[in-house]
C-alpha cells in the first residue's frame, strides 16, 4: 500500500518542480535574449563603416535574427535537456544498485552514442554554415527587395526579382 502512495506522489513531486521550472525559464528566456539582443546592437553599431559598407543591411539583420532565435531555443530547451540528462543518470544508478554490470553497460553505452552524436554534429556544423551563408544572401535580396516593393510593382519588375533570388540559391 505505501508502495503505491509513493509511486502516485512522485508524478506529483516531479510537476511540481516541472512547472515551477518552466516558469522561471521562460523569464530566464526573455531576459536573455533581450540582453543577447541589445548586446548585438551594440556590436553591430560599434562595426566599422566598411563592415557596412561591404555587408548588406539585410545580411546583417537576418544575422542578428538567427542568432537571437538560435540563443531563444536553445534557453527554452534548458529544462529538455537537463531533463534527459538527469534522467539519464538516475537510471544508470538506479540499474548500477541493482545490477551493476546491467548499469556499467548502459553507462558505456550511452557514452558511445553521446560520442558518436557529437562526431556527426561536427560533420553537419560545416554543412549549417554553408546554408546560413547562402541564406544571410537570399535574406538580405529580400530585405532590398521588399523595402523597394513600390518600385518593383509600379515597373512590372516582379519576374525579374523572383529569378534574381532563385538564383542566389
Known amino acids: 500500500m505505501m508502495y503505491l502512495v509513493l509511486l502516485g506522489a ?4 516531479d ?20 540582453n543577447f539582443r541589445m548586446r548585438l546592437f551594440d556590436m553591430v553599431m560599434a562595426l566599422p563603416m566598411s563592415r557596412h559598407t561591404e555587408h548588406h543591411s539585410g545580411e546583417t539583420i ?7 532565435s538560435a540563443l531563444q531555443e536553445f534557453s527554452g530547451n534548458t529544462f529538455l535537456y537537463m531533463s534527459t540528462v538527469l534522467r539519464f543518470l538516475t537510471s544508470i544508478v538506479m540499474l548500477t544498485w541493482i545490477r551493476p554490470v546491467i ?7 550511452g557514452v ?4 558518436f552524436i557529437w562526431v556527426v554534429d561536427k560533420k553537419l556544423v560545416a ?23 513600390k518600385t518593383i510593382i509600379t515597373l512590372r519588375f516582379e519576374k525579374g526579382v523572383r529569378g534574381t533570388l532563385y538564383d542566389a540559391i
Open 112 to 115: 558511445c552514442i553521446f560520442v
Open 62 to 68: 537576418d544575422q542578428v535574427n538567427k542568432a537571437v
Open 15 to 34: 510537476w511540481m518542480f516541472h512547472g515551477t521550472a518552466r516558469v522561471r525559464e521562460e523569464k530566464l528566456k526573455f531576459g536573455i535574449t533581450t
Open 127 to 149: 554543412r549549417l554554415e554553408e546554408q546560413n551563408t547562402l541564406g544571410h544572401k537570399v535574406a538580405s535580396l529580400t530585405y532590398d527587395y521588399i523595402s523597394n516593393i
Open 10 to 13: 512522485i508524478p506529483l513531486v
Open 103 to 109: 548499469g556499467a553497460t548502459i553507462f558505456v553505452v
